[in-house]
């Protein structure tokens, strides 16, 4: 049984708990995704993140937040610059006010509680932010029909190098 989301934790408490949380997150409210990802769009304004997670102590015996989310966000095609449906959904396992020795030996990061506190929907933003991938395209390699032209263009001039071709098997990985 999870309880709904609130906005802020009180990390001791929840989890001498094992506080339990789920619920959505609109993704209008995440500002500094929205710098990155444009969800302004007709009809996106509701779209929202779908949260799960829990506060346990970890193998180091320091507050973890364990959880899940699931969206899916509109990147921008670098081939057409038309927005492409992008699904995320990722697991996330942070440790809480761990010192940087403790950060040093274990695999996991830390977030820093202000006063004890935690503000889900930042913790939330600061994972998709992380998780974006730096190009999307879509799958359909013939969605900008201008894309090929473009592309011929610099292989007619490095025609004359005699590494040239060696360079295109480079670029072809
Ligand atoms: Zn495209």
């Known amino acids: 049984m999870r309880d709904k989301l609130r906005k802020r934790y009180q990390v001791q408490k929840e989890v001498t708990q094992n506080g339990r949380f789920e619920g959505n997150i609109a993704l209008s409210g995440l500002k500094r995704l929205g710098e990155l990802v444009h969800f302004e769009e007709p009809g996106s304004t509701d779209r929202n993140v779908a949260v799960s997670f829990e506060f346990v102590r970890n193998e180091f015996d320091i507050p973890t937040l364990v959880g899940h989310l699931q969206t899916s966000l509109d990147l921008e095609c670098q081939r057409c610059l038309k927005p492409i449906r ?23 990061d830390t977030l820093y509680s202000d006063d004890g506190y935690i503000d889900i929907t930042e913790v939330i933003e ?6 974006v991938p730096l190009v999307a395209m879509h799958e359909d390699a013939a969605c900008n ?3 090929p032209i473009k592309d011929s263009q610099p292989e007619a001039t490095v025609k004359e190098n005699p590494f040239s071709v060696l360079q295109q ?5």
């Not at 990722?90 to 940087?100: P, W």
């Not at 600061?126 to 998780?131: N, P, Q």
């Not at 098997?169 to 990985?173: A, N, S």
Request: hydrophobic letters at 45%; charged letters at 40%; a negative charge.
């Open 126 to 131: 600061d994972e998709l932010i992380l998780a």
């Open 86 to 108: 992008t699904p995320m959904e990722l697991d996330f396992r942070l440790m809480i006010d761990a010192s940087d020795e403790i950060v040093r030996q274990s695999s996991l």
């Open 145 to 147: 029909e201008d894309w």
């Open 169 to 173: 098997l480079k670029t072809k990985d």
